[in-house]
């Protein structure tokens, strides 16, 4: 052969060679076409176990990204166990060279869910066979894994519900093997379920009859008449059959059976076998047969009884009537058999008005409820009577209550004196518990038996923890439990005692008290003792009260004339002292003496202020007013000099309107500001807070005001407090708790009688070192504010007019002449009213102006002023009083009066007033 040749068929060969390789590379390419389309995962790996290739499906499945999973080794996806695993799998494979399979193969997806798969492995081969790795398929069966699971769940789940039923449970599928013998039934035959189940051909009758043949779970599948005839008792309720039959031997001894059955259906209600409980009766049956021969035995018995005895269905009907019930309620039994017993001896309704027919219906419902019971009965000749009945319901085998049996005694009389008592105690019971006065019921040791509302109420003890107490150890103070002692001893004795005195609350407060203690006698015999307590804290409280303003009027009587008169020698010592110093060069010696004078007269001037206050001297410029800004000036006036004192105020802004004089209002505030600072001596705070509030009849009668609307000021100070002996007095003229010539002890004096005489009342709470709060009550009036408006000057304002100067005291007279004469007017002197009208009366127009004293013998200002008035409707009359005893002067001024004045005032104020008041004269004041 030549070199030709050979090229040529080398050539040949190659050709051939290549158009094979292109063949199996096209064949690949195609199955792989094949797999890329595929549902199912398909994978190569390389010896290693390293992905080379792999479909979508498997990117799928595993969660990964094509380009995260090429080259990925089974290690990164799987547990350590599971790559072991499949390192012997492919390890088989690699050396068998023939394919295998995994069941149950565990994938980490990427996001760390766990599936299960089923997975195909074989040999991957070069063209020459020699293995390069494996290839296979893959598919997810983690969800019938799960669905296998919970199936095998289920099953055993329904295992365990028949193994624990109480009755005996046998089933069998359509062939006849026993497929369920629970542990009831292996107790009752005494063979166990290893030893029956799976087996066939009548195995389960063994135990029962001796023999192989069909039983009641056999007719569910196939219908038989023989096996149906066999049977004392068969119930059928659509495909449940209920039988009772006696079997020869159960464990060895004869037995009667009570036993259901019903078929076993599939999913698609196909029967797929049946299921059978038996419950072994025979006590019960051997009882029943007892019953009856029992029931013979005391037909007789019942039929001669002394007692009613009926029996009686579900619906009513009588089923049975003895002889003593036909002679009781009129009716033979021939006429009462088969009637219902409503409208017969039951009426529908009692005389109570209790409906009976219900009762009736619901006893079969509620059995228990009505075991026993009272009602009210109809005779055949329509006489009530009373029946206590004893009724026991008569249930079949199934439980099913199918009669009663009632028994009735006659409680006719009885229940007439109950209801006589009943009466009685609902009357005792309704004024035991509505009663105002606490009551108590005790037994003769005084320990307590029972307590009613109004005690609980009053001491603030629950009925359980005042039961069981001994009432002078519950209640009574220790300083008076001897004399407790002796009034409970007394009323055990058989004595009734009365007695005013004090009893202790649970909190330990004390209430005074009016009791009353009786004993509880039965039969002449003495079992227990009735006490009555009445709360009189109010009447006592007004009693203190009454007695409070008797002293306080007293006194304040008393402090009233003292003011006035000594109103009147200061206005003496003022006005002479103003003359002088008119007279006297200010670089004269005695110059600086005059002034400290008048300091002096002022000092006196505002000690009589306070006692005119406590004196309840009248308002003398009354005018409606905003009081959040009177206690806001007082209180920044005390702040300014006080300043260790922190004052905080809470303002109500839609405050009411009330009428007040201010400056004694100021006065007010301020002495309660004064007292809070004299409690706090290191420092503190004060707490000013006002609001509206209505004030009931029954505050406003223990203060003796108005029930209505009121404006409240609160005063609260962190102070070192009182105790209630102290605060019982502070309100007492010259009481005080300093020492001596640290104070006077009017200035809440004062405080409470200007309130008294604005209508208003005060009250205080404090405790020993927690400091005090003080409550100012106003009354809230409909009116406008009125502004405030008074003629200033520093210089004595003259004047030409003629001034009849009204007064009863010589001294006023002459001191007040001299200083008006001072001033430029001509003056006339008048010793009283009468004398004043007189000289009006004589001449109307000599008198510019009257200066009118308030009170003076024969006729004083108040007197005089209409007189005036009549005969000179346009007098100017500036009325001047040191004080007024019945708080008239602000009625006065009501009545035509020009102005006020009150004693002692300088030559610098009475210039003032006098020009206000002739304001609307024609001269014009000269300096």
């Known amino acids: 052969m030549n070199s030709h040749s050979t090229v040529e068929k080398l050539k040949r060969e190659i050709e051939r060679m290549e158009k094979e390789n292109n063949n199996l590379r096209l064949m690949a390419h195609n199955y792989r076409e094949i797999f890329n389309d595929s549902d199912d995962a398909y994978y190569e790996v390389d010896l290693a176990g390293n992905f080379t290739y792999f479909n979508d499906s498997l990117c799928r499945l595993m969660g990964y990204e094509r380009d995260e999973l090429m080259g990925m080794n089974n290690r990164s996806y799987t547990t350590e166990e599971t790559a072991r695993k499949m390192y012997h799998i492919f390890n088989t494979v690699y050396t068998t060279e023939k394919p295998s399979y995994v069941n149950d193969y565990d994938i980490i997806r990427k996001n760390g869910q766990t599936i299960i798969i089923e997975l195909s492995v074989s040999p991957l081969r070069q063209p020459d066979g020699t293995i390069v790795g494996f290839c296979g398929i893959g598919r997810d069966k983690t969800e019938r894994r799960r669905a296998e699971m919970l199936l095998k769940e289920s099953e055993q789940r329904l295992a365990d519900i028949i193994n624990f039923l109480p009755d005996a449970t046998l089933a069998i599928d359509n062939d006849g093997t026993v497929i369920a013998w629970n542990r009831a039934i292996e107790e009752m035959t005494g063979v166990q379920a290893e030893h029956i189940l799976g087996k066939g051909n009548f195995e389960y009758a063994l135990p029962f009859y001796g023999t192989r043949r069909p039983i009641l779970v056999d007719m569910v599948l196939r219908e038989s008449d023989d096996i149906e005839k066999g049977y004392h008792v068969l119930h059928r309720e659509k495909d449940v059959l209920i039988i009772e039959t006696d079997v020869p031997k159960v464990k060895g001894k004869p037995a009667f059976l009570w036993a259901k059955a019903s078929p076993i259906y599939d999913r698609n209600g196909t029967i797929v076998g049946a299921i059978e409980s038996i419950r072994d009766i025979s006590k019960q049956k051997r009882s029943e047969k007892v019953l009856r021969e029992s029931e013979a035995k005391y ?26 019930a036909q002679k009781f309620f009129g009716y033979t039994e021939e006429e009462i058999i088969g ?42 000749n329509g006489k009530r009577v009373w029946v206590s009945w004893t009724n026991k319901p008569i249930r079949d085998k199934t439980g099913i209550i199918q009669e009663f049996l009632c028994i009735g005694t006659d409680i006719t009389e009885r229940k007439k004196s109950e209801d006589a008592l009943s009466v009685e105690k609902a009357y005792f019971e309704q004024l035991f518990e509505s ?5 108590l019921i005790a037994d003769n040791t005084g320990r307590l038996l029972r307590v009613n509302s109004e005690f609980t109420r009053m001491f603030g003890y629950s009925s359980k923890e005042a039961i069981g107490q001994l009432i002078d150890e519950l209640i009574a103070p220790e300083e008076l439990f001897e004399q407790a002692l002796s009034l409970t001893r007394d009323v055990t004795r058989g004595k009734l005692v009365s007695q005013e005195t004090i009893r202790l609350r649970k909190d330990r407060s004390p209430v005074h008290v009016s009791v009353l203690g009786t004993p509880i006698e039965v039969d002449k015999g003495q079992v227990a003792v009735y006490g009555i307590y009445r709360d009189i804290s109010d009447r006592k409280y007004l009693e203190a009260q009454l007695q409070q303003a008797q002293k306080m009027e007293a006194v ?66 009354v005018k409606p007013a905003n009081i959040n800004k009177v206690i806001d000036k007082s209180s920044e006036m005390f702040g300014r000099t006080k300043k260790e004192i922190t004052i905080q105020k809470s303002y109500d802004e839609n405050i009411g309107i009330v009428e007040i004089d201010r400056s004694q209002m100021e006065q007010v505030f301020v002495n309660i500001f004064i007292n809070a600072w004299q409690a706090m001596p290191g420092g503190g705070s004060v707490y000013i807070e006002t609001t509206n509030i209505s004030v009931e009849e029954k505050t406003a009668a223990v203060y003796g005001v108005k029930p209505g609307e009121y404006v409240m000021v609160s005063i609260t100070d962190t102070g070192v407090g009182m105790d209630e002996a102290t605060r019982k007095r502070i309100f007492e003229p010259f009481f005080t708790t300093k020492d001596m010539g640290r104070g006077t002890g009017l200035g809440l004096a004062s405080v409470y009688g200007i309130i008294k005489n604005h209508d208003g009342f005060i009250d205080v ?38 001034v009849l100067l009204v007064d009863d005291e010589d001294m006023i007279l002459e001191v007040g002449a001299a200083i008006l004469e001072k001033l430029g007017y001509a003056v006339v002197l008048a010793k009283n009213g009468k004398e004043a009208v007189d000289l009006i009366r004589d001449d109307p127009t000599r008198f510019d102006l009257v200066i009118l004293d308030m009170i003076m013998p024969e006729m004083g200002g108040s007197e005089a002023l209409p007189i005036i008035n009549s005969i000179k409707p346009d007098a100017k009359v500036l009325l001047s009083s040191g004080y007024s005893l019945y708080s008239t002067t602000d009625e006065t001024l009501k009545e035509g009066c020009s102005g006020f004045i009150q004693k002692p005032f300088s030559m610098g104020e009475l210039s003032v007033k006098i020009r206000e008041v002739l304001a609307g004269g024609d001269e014009s004041p000269r300096r």
């Open 435 to 439: 009663a105002p006065e606490a009551i």
């Open 765 to 802: 709470k404090s405790e020993k070192g927690r400091g005090s709060t003080f409550n100012v009550y106003l009354p809230a009036v409909q009116a406008e504010i009125a502004e405030e408006t008074t003629l200033q000057s520093t210089e004595l304002i003259k004047g030409t007019e003629t």
């Open 339 to 380: 009637k219902n017993v409503i409208g017969t001896i039951v009426p529908e309704r009692e005389s109570t008005g209790k409906d009976l027919a219900s009762m009736i219906r619901n006893s079969v419902t509620d059995p228990d409820g009505y075991v026993a019971n009272e009602n009210e009965n109809m005779c055949r």
């Open 556 to 621: 304040g009587t008393l402090a009233g004339g003292i003011a006035h008169d000594f109103n009147n020698l200061l206005m003496g010592i003022q006005g002479r002292t103003s003359l002088m110093l008119m007279d006297i060069d200010p670089s004269h010696p005695h110059y600086h003496h005059l002034r400290q004078q008048e300091e002096i007269v002022k000092s006196g001037a505002d000690l009589t202020r306070q006692l005119l206050g406590f004196a309840r001297g009248g308002k003398y410029e």
């Open 299 to 324: 037909r007789e018995l019942v039929q001669n009884a002394n007692s009613i005895i009926l029996r009686r269905d579900t619906e009513g009907n009588i089923t049975f009537f003895n002889e003593f």
